[in-house]
């Protein structure tokens, strides 16, 4: 029964789909009646996103499921250091703005298999094509199906996982089959209802706590008495624990090992996110460099906002269980964190916030089954299956590939298979992508700035990084023991050593870079397929300039603040 849900939430929540759904509707009407009706305009609606419509894309696209049932909970055991992920975020997304764009348009790479075939050759391609299409189908659509899943059952009342889940995806699939124009300009609808809802819901989370702290019904003074209450749950660096440490403070650090997470792991893993990935580098590669620029600021903006909305819930549910008045937490499951705050908002709210999550679910499952389609389509299909096929066909292949990669997760979620819930929501999307980023990384970064790189060093560099990652996460600790100079290993919840992955993730990077650079060096001074660098290509706007200095002194007083 929908005994959580009143009239008035099913009321706001399908005026929420109705506006979605007709402003889809009159996007892809007026897409049909233009003249170019291409693959490339299906796919990567062929310049035709404004700044506004980029950025607002790409954060509706990442910010998901993993994110407010995820990050939540994590910020609900670990406090605001796993806001990290979203603060180096931010600064990566201003390298990528700076460096990796002006490479990729000036090149006119519409895909990153695109980009290693044109820079390497067609085996480095198809390579990397099989991988992202392996972690999108199996890693990240599994994960938000599973996770959104998980958040819309609990707001009705614990019934309907499975219709929930099939819903989330014919809802994603029917934005996704009108191309990548459709999936832009929903997702602006999508991010507004997520970041106002979204703070909406912080907002009167906060007030709850000062309510039940006996202050009345005060928004600041709810979050004062987070600061005073888990002081411990307002701090970005974890120190490496001690002897005879606990297992919550040991596993805090697996999850976030403090200062040695920022040298580098952080980094790789938000680079090979934010700038080697096409299901965010999509929004921006048909666009012009300004454009491109611009709306990927504009989503470092909106990524400072974002452990507002999606992490502090989570505290909120900490200290709120921590006094007794979300009792239904204590059997582990962190990842109910964001529902368990639901549950207190008054009717109509819940509405609001069902909307903010499907928003959520929806903008992300629509964008990476659109890459997934893309990827299999122009990388795949028409390079390998079907060299001669025309652009009509293209296109029903692509939404074929959506239809099929969206069953296929369904399938592996139904039961849960891949153990997403004993992982926790976050760090199983983190932590599983993490054996494919260093290779990735280290391909693209030495394929755009070192001429010397070949392919030869790409395919070895791209399975090193694979087989590195495995070795430091499985068998690293069985072969050198559990305290090396390169790392320290630590008992986690089930009694086994375990390396924090942002270290194996660090080390694993380096080696292949290492290799990389030297199966590279028994090559050509300058390979034949090297990208031309000038530095005009990298020169800024001032408008782009005051934009990057915005957000550097917005997060260094976080970090100043949070430290």
């Not at 990050?71 to 979203?86: H, K, T």
């Not at 470092?300 to 239904?328: Q, R, T, W």
Request: aromatic share 14%; glycine share 8%; charged share 10%.
């Amino acid at each position: 029964m929908l005994n959580h849900i009143s009239t008035a939430d099913i009321l706001v929540f399908f005026f929420y789909f109705i506006l979605v759904s007709c402003y889809g509707y009159f996007v892809y009407r007026r897409k049909r009646n233009e003249t170019n009706s291409s693959s490339h305009s299906f796919f990567l609606a062929e310049g035709s996103l404004t700044w506004w419509a980029i950025g607002a894309s790409i954060i509706a696209s990442n910010i998901s499921a993993e994110q407010f049932i995820g990050m939540s909970g994590d910020g609900f055991f670990a406090g605001i250091a796993v806001a990290v992920y979203e603060w180096v975020g931010a600064a990566a997304l201003i390298i990528v703005a700076v460096f990796f764009m002006p490479v990729y348009i000036k090149n006119k790479i519409f895909t990153m298999p695109q980009f290693l075939q044109n820079r390497y050759n067609s085996g480095v391609a198809l390579v990397m094509s099989i991988f992202w299409l392996f972690l999108y189908v199996f890693i990240n659509l599994t994960a938000i199906l599973y996770l959104g899943a998980i958040a819309i059952n609990s707001l009705l009342g614990g019934e309907y996982f499975h219709w929930v889940m099939v819903g989330l995806a014919i809802f994603g699939a029917i934005i996704a089959l009108g191309g990548m124009r459709v999936v832009g300009y929903t997702d602006v609808i999508q991010v507004g209802v997520l970041v106002v809802g979204g703070l909406a819901i912080t907002y009167l989370s906060l007030t709850i706590v000062s309510q039940k702290f006996g202050f009345g019904t005060n928004a600041l003074t709810g979050f004062n008495l987070l600061l005073k209450d888990s002081p411990d749950h307002f701090h970005l660096i974890f120190k490496k624990p001690a002897a005879g440490a606990s297992t919550e403070t040991i596993t805090k650090y697996l999850i976030l090992p403090g200062f040695a997470m920022y040298v580098s792991g952080q980094w790789i893993s938000n680079l090979n996110y934010w700038g080697c990935n096409q299901y965010i580098t999509q929004r921006a590669l048909g666009a012009n460099i300004t454009t491109a620029r611009t709306g990927i600021l504009f989503a470092s903006m909106l990524k400072i906002l974002m452990p507002v909305i999606v992490m502090l819930p989570g505290i909120v549910a900490f200290v709120l269980y921590k006094h007794g008045h979300l009792p239904e937490l204590g059997k582990g499951g962190k990842d109910g964190a964001y529902s368990a705050i639901l549950s207190f908002l008054p009717s109509g709210l819940k509405g609001l916030s069902l909307a903010v999550l499907t928003a959520a679910i929806v903008a992300s499952l629509a964008g990476k089954v659109n890459s997934i389609a893309t990827i299999f389509t122009l990388d795949v299909y028409k390079n390998y299956l079907n060299k001669n096929t025309s652009e009509r066909r293209m296109v029903w292949v692509g939404r074929a590939a959506i239809v099929v990669s969206l069953l296929i997760s369904i399938l592996f979620t139904w039961t849960d298979v891949l153990g997403i819930s004993s992982a926790g929501g976050y760090t199983f999307v983190q932590k599983y992508s993490s054996f494919v980023s260093p290779g990735v990384l280290a391909t693209f970064l030495l394929g755009m700035f070192w001429k010397r790189t070949t392919a030869e060093a790409a395919i070895i560099g791209i399975l090193t990084g694979f087989a590195a990652s495995v070795f430091f996460n499985q068998f690293a600790v069985q072969v050198f023991g559990p305290e090396t100079l390169l790392y320290s290993a630590f008992h986690n919840a089930s009694g086994q050593y375990e390396i924090p992955f942002f270290i194996s993730l660090s080390w694993s990077f380096l080696i292949t870079l290492a290799v990389m650079v030297v199966v590279s060096l028994k090559g050509k001074m300058i390979n034949a397929k090297a990208i031309v660098i000038e530095s005009s290509m990298f020169k800024l706007k001032p408008s782009s300039v005051m934009l990057i200095a915005v957000i550097l002194v917005l997060l260094s007083a976080i970090y100043i603040r949070f430290w």
